[in-house]
Nanobody, 123 residues
């Protein structure tokens, strides 16, 4: 599986962005997908995940109610709608396939990381 993330950019606090992650290769609809982010000097952390059918979603506490993960299996694409953005959301955002055993929240459960897209939120 190859993943291509896009949609990042510079936005003011309170603004919105929609990230997309397009997959190619193996059957996208068979895999759970996740978004992670990494700020400078910090570990890569879980943001959101969605199961393969799109029927279940999972969020890190600080983004609940502001971010929404979704997927379109016909387009082999997963999305992350980010609203009410805060400066602390500034990071490189990565999409990945939940490929190994582990919970949706565990970085070690994911593989086939995309190249990342930069999100910068100004105050």
């Amino acid at each position: 599986v190859q993943l291509q993330a896009c949609g990042g950019g510079l936005v003011q606090a309170g603004g919105s962005l929609r990230l997309s992650c397009a997959a190619s290769g193996r059957i996208f609809s068979s895999y759970d997908m996740g978004w992670f982010r990494q700020a400078p000097g910090s570990e890569r952390e879980f943001v959101a995940a969605i199961n393969y059918r799109g029927s279940r979603t999972y969020y890190e506490d600080s983004v609940k109610g502001r971010f929404t993960i979704s997927r379109d299996n016909a387009k082999s694409t997963v999305y992350l709608q980010m609203n009410s953005l805060k400066p602390e959301d500034t990071a490189v955002y990565y999409c990945a396939v939940r490929y190994y055993s582990g919970t949706y929240y565990q970085r070690s459960a994911y593989a086939y990381w995309g190249q990342g897209t930069q999100v910068t939120v100004s105050s």
